[in-house]
């Protein structure tokens, strides 16, 4: 519990720093000049929008150096669709949900699972804008077939994921032990290198990783939950306009095909 409140905390501190420095860094993306041409948007303010920095094919820097991916595309397109502005800052799943927390960012959009344990706690979802499933992920040649072979060994999971909720649901089944990492490179690499057995992604994620990022690591099958839905969040009521516009902006971009070349784009 201490190790989940100081990361939370300094969070919260890394992203006071970037949001307060303004715009230098290269972890931080701003997209709102780009996603519309006017800021009159309602309340007529450019929107902070947090996201994680690689989560690929959602939100990830391709090789011209450009922050892109399912997640941002959306965005850009709500965004225009519903005429407001906003920035877009890429800090780690981590930061970016204590970006949200404290204040210092009005809505995420980071392939968050909607789950009733973050609704309880105090996030507040858009409609769901895409449904994934969770799969445990091995290297590559690996014998391991199904979770029975997973008995004594080590699963890596990134921090506050639905990935990491699956794991944790399976490990006392199947007797398999847990750790933690806070970002999926180095959950990936953690695999590869034969410090654990397998880890545990999104399934649309691995599989774009695996094949844009030539990764030693597959997926066997069999070994994935059920389907669940990602949502936009804010974490202020006060921001609910927000929400409002992200769920009608959804609406319009399914509506006139905008979303299914977006998804086409990275997944086919």
């Known amino acids: 519990m201490k190790r989940v409140f100081s990361a939370i905390l300094c969070g919260v501190l890394t992203v006071a720093m970037l949001v307060g420095c303004g715009s230098s860094n290269t972890d931080s993306k701003t997209a709102g000049s780009s996603a519309s041409t006017s800021a009159d948007s309602g309340s007529g303010k450019k929107w902070v929008i947090a996201t994680d920095t690689v989560f690929k094919p959602f939100e990830y820097t391709n090789e011209k150096n450009e922050f892109v991916g399912i997640d ?43 789950k009733q344990e973050r609704i309880d706690s105090g996030w507040i979802f858009s409609d769901g804008y895409y449904d994934a499933t969770q799969t445990f992920v091995v290297a590559e040649g690996s014998d391991i077939k199904s979770y029975d072979d997973l008995k004594g060994k ?44 397998a880890c545990v992604e999104d399934t649309p994620i691995m599989a774009a990783s695996i094949k844009e990022g030539g990764l030693a690591l597959q997926i ?49």
Do not use: H, R
Request: charged share 25%.
């Open 72 to 114: 941002v595309d959306i965005l850009a397109a709500i965004a225009k669709d519903q005429n407001f502005e906003y920035d877009l800052q890429s800090l780690g799943w981590d930061a970016a949900v204590a970006a949200v927390q404290a204040g210092q960012a009005d809505g995420m959009i980071a392939g968050a699972t909607i």
């Open 220 to 268: 066997p099958e069999g070994m994935e939950s059920e389907g669940a839905p990602y949502g936009f969040a804010i974490m202020d009521e006060s921001n609910q306009e927000l929400l409002d516009m992200f769920n009608a902006g959804l609406k319009n971009i399914k509506d006139d095909g905008t979303y299914e070349e977006i998804i086409d784009k990275y997944l086919k």
């Open 154 to 197: 080590n699963v890596a999971v990134k921090n506050g994921t639905a990935g990491a909720d699956f794991a944790a649901s399976l490990k006392d089944e199947y007797g398999f032990t847990v750790t933690t990492f806070e970002d999926s490179p180095t959950m990936y690499q953690d695999v590869i290198l034969g410090n654990s057995a």
